[in-house]
Every structure is written in C-alpha cells, then in structure tokens.
C-alpha cells in the first residue's frame, strides 16, 4: 500500500513538473513568432520525452543526488514516508505557481522538501555543507551564467550578421488570438531576415536552426529532471530505474499538454518581446548549460537557466520587464521555503497517522 502512494506521489510530482516546465524550451519559438502555441507544446511534448528516455543511460549521478543520500542517514532515505514527503511538497508547491503562471524552478522545489522532510525527520543532524555545495551553488550561479552569456553571444552573433550584410526586414504587426489580449504594433511584431546564406534564405535557415534547438532544450530538460523524481522511487527499490524513467516520462508528458499553458505565456510573452534571432540565442545558451550540467550531475534548473538567457538578451535590446522578472524571482526566493514547510507537515502527518 505505503510503495503505491509513493508511486502515485512521484507521478503527481512529474506531472507538475511537466505543466510548469515542458513550454520553456519552446517559449522562444512561440514568444518570437516563430510558430504557434500548438506546434511549440507538440515538439516540446516529444523532444523532452526523448531526453527523459535517454535519461536511464546517461543521468545516474542526478538519481543518486536527488534519492537524499549524503543529506541524511541511510536509514531515513529507506523510509517510504519520507520519499513521498519530498514528493508531495515538491509538487504541491510547484502546481500552485502554475496555476498563477509562474515559471518555478522543480529543481528547487526538491531540494527545498528534500531539506524541510529531512530536518523535521532529524533535526541538526542534516547535512548542510553537501546541500549548499552540490545542489545550491549551482542553482544560484546557473541564471547568471546564462544571462551573461547570451548578452555576449547576441552581441556576437548580431555583428556577424551585420558583416554578413544579413539585414532586417520592416516589421509586420501581428495580434496573437491565441492568449487572447490586445497588442500594438510597437511591441508585438514579427521581423524577418533577408539575405542568403550557404544558398539558404536566412530566414529559412534561422527558423530550421530555432527548431533545433528548442528541441536540444526541451531534451536537455527531459534528461535533467526525470532522474531527479525517479531517484525517490529507486531509494527503496519501489520499482525498476527503467520503468520508473518511463512512466515519469508519460506523466510529465500529460502534464506539458494539459495544463502547461499560463507559465508558456510568461515565459514567451512577458519576460522580453523577441525575434526568431534572439530566441535561438537565448535557445542555444539555455541548452548548452542545461546539456553540460546534466553529464557532469549537477542539479541546475532549466527554469532558471532558460530565463536567465531570455532576460539576458531583453538586457542588450533595453526592453525587458523589470516587473516581471522582479515577480519571477520573488517566487524563485518563495519556492525552496514554501517546498521545505510542505514536506514537513506532510512528513509529520504521515508519521503520525502510520
């Protein structure tokens, strides 16, 4: 009975992760006009559950980091009540930002309840210094390193186009039906690239390249963060590593599709206005950080990295949303408080009533 709800708290888990965060690799593609809202989630639905199968052959270090080992005793971690404290906390926080639209790290989410279970579990006998140095440093440090390396490589690539004498065409004002609100000619609009490259239309080229790699960040996300749900189902060998990747995968995957929509808004439409040029920069940062983090096992948030780079190229073309970060990274701060409460009360009334 106790491994079925632990089953059925890690899916709740994978698909609040998956209505949070499935959009962000494709937020550029529709945030920059490049396709609409139903093709973005289609590709972002498949190229993540890819990186979530691959997951089983190339993430075991996240599994092992995020199954609590190091942080608390081996005997805790063989307590099912305290998996499915991590999960229920976890999710619970990450389906709350999502219902406002708010682009939550699950990341965070988990380390925030792997902390709150495991202090009301034991107390002072947490192992602070292993979750500041392997799961809070790189969560702090990966969306500035992604701001500052989209500013730089915008810049870069924006000259090689001018050298390249790859021009921009006039805007075309566009109303995007699809969310609904009323936008001017100022601050929505789709600009095209004229020119040929390798005997390529650049804009052909640009939205082929834009595609890509989306796709790249959709499966980088997919192979960092099923590992890190799966890891509370194998810490009492409730379920084969296999089977547990599969059915995080298919349930992250409802997720994205069913309920993804508000967060893929903020990430696309309210952060920064953008171009297909900026998007896959931004695109291109996001999925090397999150590709490389993922190999070596260190726990990054693709929330943050993703808009880090967004923010980082709002940063070079002056028209950020200062509010709207501020709003994001106000639930950045909540996130790991908020996760760490709800594992705890959860805890403590799951070792109460069992």
Known sequence: ?????????????????????NFK?????????????????????ITTFAGSIAAIFLAETLVKNFSGKGLVPDDLIQNPIFAISIALGAGITVLLATKI??????????????????????????????????????????????????????????????????????????????????????????EKYEGVFLGIECQKLLDTLHFISAGIVSFARGLN????????????NAIDIKWGMIAVAITMAIGGLMNAKKVG????????????????TANMITGL?????????????????SVGSIF???TVTKKADVKMISKILLSWVLTLPIAAIMSALVYKLLETIL
């Not at 632990?6 to 949070?20: E, K, Q, R």
């Not at 708010?102 to 107390?123: C, D, E, Q, R, Y």
């Not at 963060?225 to 009492?236: A, S």
Request: proline share 4%; aromatic share 10%; hydrophobic share 45%.
């Open 1 to 21: 009975m106790i491994f079925a709800v632990l089953f059925i708290a890690a899916c709740f888990l994978a698909y609040s992760n998956g209505a949070n965060d």
């Open 25 to 45: 690799g494709v937020a550029t593609l529709f945030g920059s006009g490049t396709t609409n809202y139903k093709k973005a989630i289609n590709w972002a639905t």
């Open 101 to 190: 639209g708010m682009p939550i790290s699950t990341t965070h989410g988990l380390v925030g309840a792997l902390f709150g279970a495991g202090v009301m579990a034991i107390g002072a006998d947490f192992n602070f210094t292993k979750l500041g140095r392997v799961f809070l440093i790189p969560l702090i440090l990966s969306p500035f390193m992604a701001a500052v390396l989209s500013f730089i490589t915008y810049i870069l690539f924006r000259f090689l186009r001018k050298q390249l004498k790859v021009t921009k065409s006039g805007c075309t004002c566009v109303i995007d039906k699809q969310i609904k609100e009323k936008t001017s000619c100022t601050n929505d609009c789709e």
């Open 225 to 236: 963060d099923t590992p890190k749900i799966v890891g509370l189902l194998i810490i009492i």
């Open 265 to 280: 808004i903020t990430m696309s439409k309210k952060i920064t206005p953008m171009n297909p040029g900026q998007g896959f």
């Open 289 to 305: 950080l999150v590709t490389t983090a993922s190999i070596h096992g260190l726990p990054v948030s693709t929330t943050h990295v």
């Open 312 to 314: 980082g190229i709002g």
